[in-house]
Nanobody
């Protein structure tokens, strides 16, 4: 069974930075495409960033491009989301997901609050 655990959320002032971490259990992490999503109160969950297997092509939502960076370390079964120049509108619960042909797994989420 695949388990996904996010960490690193918290309260930060506008313009600050946070780094989210997602650790995935199991031996097949290097074959998993990974994504970060977020959901603000009263809004639909939206895609933030993705990173593929192989050559690790990345994609970003227009709202975060240039400020956020997704990366992965296959040796540590970990995907990171570095978030810089944070804005109040980035406030949301951030979720990590893992996708293979055999499995789709979600974490429980980590709260990010950007406020002065």
């Amino acid at each position: 069974q695949v388990q996904v655990v996010e960490s690193g959320g918290g309260l930060v002032q506008p313009g600050g930075s946070l780094r989210l971490s997602c650790v995935v259990s199991g031996s097949g992490f290097r074959f998993s495409a990974m994504g970060w999503y977020r959901q603000a109160p009263g809004k639909q969950r939206e895609l933030v960033a993705t990173i593929t297997t192989g050559i690790s092509i990345t994609t970003y939502a227009d709202s975060v491009r240039g400020r956020f960076l997704i990366s992965r370390d296959n040796a540590k079964n970990t995907v990171l989301l570095q978030m810089d120049s944070l804005k109040p509108e980035d406030t949301a619960v951030y979720y990590c997901n893992s996708v293979t042909p055999a499995n789709v797994a979600w974490g429980q989420g980590t709260q990010v609050t950007v406020s002065s």
